[in-house]
């Protein structure tokens, strides 16, 4: 299994502010994927950060709302900016191993905006 | 196209008995992967079980077992034994091998064990 830890576990923020979330990874990988879970939804894509190139956005979600850094392959954030109650969500983390059945996700981070 | 289906939005199951939670997905890619995770109240995605679509038998890790049939296109979780413990939200999800590494999850199932 991996490691994985975000920060911050929680947090509640005010609109039209921006929260940056942070992704630790106990050993290197090549790809990281950032999930959004809105209340009682499932979970949705919203970009591939693979090191060393631009994160790959699904449709729905651009890099001027949800920027992401991947300086190494033991870290990246993502940050939700200018954030309206419509972001409220839990923001996962994800890593892929090399085997096929891989795929292990951080605690997430529970957002609340008001 | 909805490609992961969970028809079950909520299932109940007494301790000790057996549960069966019901998947289905849909791909025209002959190589991929169907996972299951749990996700109690707190939130985090635990990971259960994988088959991949190459595998000739029925994955199977302690209490939790897929059941696999190809031709029918389900991947449904049997959870022996339930515990109390086991209440909580599970979800499958499939990974299409030759076109994405991303996972597209289903609508998720919540389950709940009564003593």
């Known amino acids: 299994s991996a490691v994985i830890s975000q920060k911050p576990s929680r947090d509640i923020c005010q609109r039209g502010t921006s929260l940056t979330i942070q992704c630790q990874v106990d050993s290197q990988v090549t790809m990281m994927f950032w999930y959004r879970q809105q209340p009682g939804q499932s979970l949705t894509l919203i970009a591939t950060a693979n090191q060393g190139s631009e994160a790959t956005y699904e449709s729905g979600f651009v890099i001027d709302k949800f920027p992401i850094s991947r300086p190494n392959l033991t870290f990246s954030t993502l940050t939700v900016s200018n954030m309206s109650p419509e972001d409220s969500s839990i923001y996962l983390c994800s890593v892929r191993r090399e085997g096929p059945s891989e795929q292990y996700f951080g605690p997430g981070t529970r957002l609340t905006v008001t | 196209a909805q490609k992961i289906t969970q028809t079950q939005p909520g299932m109940f199951v007494q301790e000790k008995e057996a549960v069966t939670l019901d998947c289905t997905y849909d791909t025209s890619d002959p190589s991929y992967g169907l996972f299951w995770y749990k996700q109690p109240s707190s939130g985090e995605m635990i990971f259960l079980i994988y088959?991949?679509?190459?595998?000739?038998q029925n994955a199977t890790e302690g209490r939790y077992s897929l059941n696999f049939q190809k031709a029918r296109k389900s991947a449904n979780l049997v959870i022996s034994a339930s515990q109390l413990g086991d209440s909580a939200m599970y979800f499958c999800?499939?990974?299409?091998?030759?076109?994405?590494?991303?996972?597209?999850f289903g609508t998720g199932t919540r389950l709940q064990v009564f003593p």
């Open positions: 088959q991949g679509s190459y595998d000739q």
């Open positions: 999800a499939m990974r299409e091998r030759e076109r994405s590494d991303k996972l597209i």
